[in-house]
């Protein structure tokens, strides 16, 4: 189980993994080894540990929507991104696997989100589409929130929450 203020011990066992792949690639390719196996492990490990944190995150906002009315669920969401991910983008050493957490994160939580628009009236329609729409910001907005700017997210991250949220709306 990792506490709240611990997701970084996740971040640290990627990057020393990350370190470990470098360092097997170069002695592979020095000394002419086949060093597969050893390559397969550690992307198998960082693969693990990313699925962790976005396991993490997405029970965490999953857990909130359950317990909270529709109006305040997204500004929780909005805390819990808040609170997590800077803590991710600033322990992961490459860019790259903070992008792959940011993309495994849509892929998961999406569905798990279970958003529906099949209310009854016009005002809880109009409030669950305009859910909908500010939880599409909040994840276009996740690579850079606590960042103080904004910065460019990978054109795949920014067509697949798109594309994955305009399913919703």
Do not use: W
Not at 38 to 61: A, H, N, P, R
Not at 109 to 124: D, G, L, Q, S, V
Request: with cysteine; net charge negative.
């Amino acid at each position: 189980s990792l506490n709240d203020d611990k997701p970084h011990v996740v971040c640290c066992i990627i990057n020393t993994a990350e370190y470990c792949l470098d360092t097997i690639k170069q002695l592979g390719e020095k000394y002419k080894f086949d060093l597969h196996e050893e390559i397969d492990t550690y992307t198998s490990l960082v693969s693990d540990c990313i699925d962790f944190l976005v396991g993490y995150l997405v029970s965490k906002l999953v857990n909130t929507m359950k317990v909270a009315y529709t109006a305040t669920y997204v500004a929780q969401i909005r805390q819990q991104i808040a609170d997590i991910v800077p803590q991710v983008r600033a322990n992961l050493s490459s860019v790259k696997y903070f992008n792959r957490f940011c993309i495994e994160f849509v892929k998961s939580f999406i569905p798990k989100a279970n958003i529906h628009i099949c209310r009854y009236t016009y005002a809880e329609i109009k409030q669950a589409l305009e859910d909908v729409e500010e939880i599409k910001k909040l994840l276009l907005n996740m690579p850079s929130v606590g960042m103080g700017i904004d910065i460019y997210n990978p054109v795949e991250y920014d067509a697949f929450v798109n594309e994955t949220m305009g399913k919703y709306a």
